[in-house]
T-cell receptor, first 114, second 113 residues
Framework: DSGVTQTPKHLITATGQRVTLRCSPRSGDLSVYWYQQSLDQGLQFLIQYYNGEERAKGNILERFSAQQFPDLHSELNLSSLELGDSALYFC?????????????FGPGTRLLVL | LAKTTQPISMDSYEGQEVNITCSHNNIATNDYITWYQQFPSQGPRFIIQGYKTKVTNEVASLFIPADRKSSTLSLPRVSLSDTAVYYCLVGDGKGDSNYQLIWGAGTKLIIKP
């Protein structure tokens, strides 16, 4: 157990709909990352937040957005869903060891768009 | 951004030592090398991290030669439960070399009985 929690575990929805994925980082971790992993693919970085502020952005679609709240939990909003958005969505929080950050991943949310 | 190159897949047998090598020719002075393990439908899990020479923890060893252009993850006496995808990343996790944002395909390790 990494200490990072994600809800829901599974989500089934239809094309055109909007969903919200939630992530609670490990206690004390200020940084939250969101990733998308399609079937048998590598991890695609979407976005990073640090203490409530957006810090880095990857190949996140305009239909997707995220935020980090004062209690440090984060939400990823996916709208106008398409079949191709079906994937595992992971969130990770990070801790710094000296000069380097190490990420701790949650169990993921499996999204299926029908 | 530093790039890494790993074998796409490897096979081995229970009880054997497995070595997975990662090439990172463009590694920068401040970059660290980190390995993660991912089981199907689970998030990656941190295995080991190092800067130079050898690092060992309870699950693996990491060998880094003097030029740091490659690194080798060594898993001693593997078991079936070590079947997973292993990712090598380089960088310091901040600024322009925020390596943790670029994940390659990793090495799919299959352990046979």
């Amino acid at each position: 157990d990494s200490g990072v929690t994600q809800t829901p575990k599974h989500l089934i929805t239809a094309t055109g709909q909007r969903v919200t994925l939630r992530c609670s980082p490990r206690s004390g971790d200020l940084s939250v990352y969101w990733y998308q992993q399609s079937l048998d693919q590598g991890l695609q970085f979407l976005i990073q937040y640090y203490n409530g502020e957006e810090r880095a952005k990857g190949n996140i679609l305009e239909r997707f957005s995220a935020q980090q709240f004062p209690d440090l939990h984060s939400e990823l909003n996916l709208s106008s869903l398409e079949l191709g958005d079906s994937a595992l969505y992971f969130c990770a929080s990070s801790v710094r060891h000296g000069r380097v950050e190490t990420q701790y991943f949650g169990p993921g949310t499996r999204l299926l768009v029908l | 951004l530093a790039k890494t190159t790993q074998p796409i897949s490897m096979d081995s047998y229970e009880g054997q030592e497995v070595n997975i090598t990662c090439s990172h020719n463009n590694i920068a002075t401040n970059d660290y090398i980190t390995w993660y393990q991912q089981f199907p439908s689970q998030g990656p899990r941190f295995i080991i991290q190092g800067y130079k020479t050898k690092v060992t923890n309870e699950v693996a060893s990491l060998f880094i030669p003097a030029d740091r252009k490659s690194s080798t993850l060594s898993l001693p006496r593997v078991s079936l439960s070590d079947t997973a995808v292993y990712y090598c990343l380089v960088g310091d996790g901040k600024g322009d070399s925020n390596y943790q944002l670029i994940w390659g395909a990793g090495t799919k390790l299959i352990i046979k009985p």
